[in-house]
């Protein structure tokens, strides 16, 4: 460790890039010194009490942030580092399936985030300021479980299937109040929409194809 020409990078993706970031941010100087870079793949940010500290700040430069242009997980909360916005294959939530992302040659194909992205991102964060840190990680916990839900491997195996289970996992949260659980509810709901107007937006663009 003591090695002057040692070279760290960290990364991860989804919750695994919210991980590295924050063992990146809190690890011993004498480790971070020789992070060179922290790759976040599509994973959420933090609360204010942690982007606010001086370890995430000094770890922020080396921060690289990439998310597709209709990214649903990594816009849940704060991030201070500069995004590389990416194209994908997929829609909605499929998105964050990182094997959709468009590489040429050696370089990802960059994007912006689009309306849906947008709003995902308001209207969430908007409810995050409101609620209480129980609530906010309640409703993190819930959607990493649906997630993680199922035995398939890949995002596409879940496809069609996520939203239903959302539903049961808001349910099964006996221990959760009257007011946590509408929160939740409103939150899926969102989800929801925004699959159905992607669902819809790519089934016109696939009639205009076909009559050109």
């Known amino acids: 460790y003591d090695n002057e020409n040692l070279k760290i990078f960290v990364g991860g993706h989804s919750k695994g890039g919210n991980l590295a970031i924050y063992a990146a941010a809190f690890c011993d100087l004498k480790f971070q010194e020789k992070i060179v870079t922290v790759y976040n793949n599509d994973g959420p940010g933090f609360s204010e009490n942690i982007v606010d500290t001086e370890e995430y700040r000094r770890i922020l430069p080396k921060i690289q942030t990439f998310m597709p242009q209709t990214s649903i997980i990594g816009r849940l909360l704060n991030h201070k580092e500069k995004i ?3 194209e994908s294959t997929q829609t909605g939530i499929m998105q964050h399936d990182l094997y959709s992302w468009q590489v040429l040659g050696d370089k990802f194909v960059r994007d912006e985030f689009t309306n849906s992205s947008e709003f ?7 409810w995050i300021k409101e609620v209480t840190p129980k609530q906010r990680e309640q ?18 195996e879940i496809s069609g299937k996520w939203f239903a289970n959302a539903k049961t996992m808001i349910k099964s949260y006996k221990e959760l109040d009257e007011n946590s659980k509408k929160a939740l509810n409103k939150a ?25």
């Open 84 to 86: 590389i916005i990416l």
């Open 120 to 126: 995902i991102d308001q209207t969430i964060s908007n």
């Open 139 to 156: 409703f993190v916990s819930v959607l990493f479980e649906v997630l993680n839900s199922t035995q398939a491997e890949t995002l596409s």
């Open 188 to 212: 899926v709901s969102i989800f929801v929409k925004v699959g159905k107007d992607n669902f819809k937006e790519n089934a016109k663009n696939d009639i205009l194809k076909q009559t050109n």
